[in-house]
């Protein structure tokens, strides 16, 4: 009989489902913030931002990495052209948004939370063994 460690896998996959659930808040803040200023559409999105928006949730979900890598250093491009252009405008827009308003807190979330993910890359691939030696 074989002993299994109570916070194996079923912790790892619920604090990756934490770090999707964070990315994917920091996406609706991005393209709510977007469509407010740059189409004027109020409390709710207009469709082409939420077009978008329901698009970018459907590619994080669905992403097959674990941990997932950040999008513009991904060996795989999930998005089409299209709206990989849309989401670069709408990444763009709103980060000099949050900084012009003093929203620094979303923009030190995003950042840090895809530092983190490099740092994970990084780890994965020293943790290959290499034929030196």
Excluded at 66 to 76: M, V, Y
Excluded at 86 to 94: A, D, E, I, L, T
Excluded at 96 to 106: A, P, Q
């Amino acid at each position: 009989m074989s002993r299994r460690d109570p916070f194996g896998t079923a912790a790892i996959q619920f604090e990756m489902s934490i770090a999707r659930q964070r990315e994917a808040e920091i996406l609706r803040k991005f393209v709510l913030t977007f469509c407010r200023t740059s189409h004027r559409s109020g409390r709710n999105l207009c469709s082409e931002c939420s077009e978008l928006l329901d698009y970018a949730l459907v590619r994080l979900d669905r992403c097959p990495y674990d941990p997932k890598p950040i999008c513009r250093r991904c060996p795989t491009h999930c998005y089409e052209p299209a709206m990989r252009e849309k989401m670069r405008q709408v990444m763009r827009f709103s980060g000099l948004h949050f900084v012009r308003r003093g929203r620094l807190d979303w923009l030190i979330k995003y950042y840090l939370l895809s530092r983190q993910l490099a740092k994970s890359e990084v780890n994965l691939r020293r943790e290959t063994p290499s034929a030196s030696k």
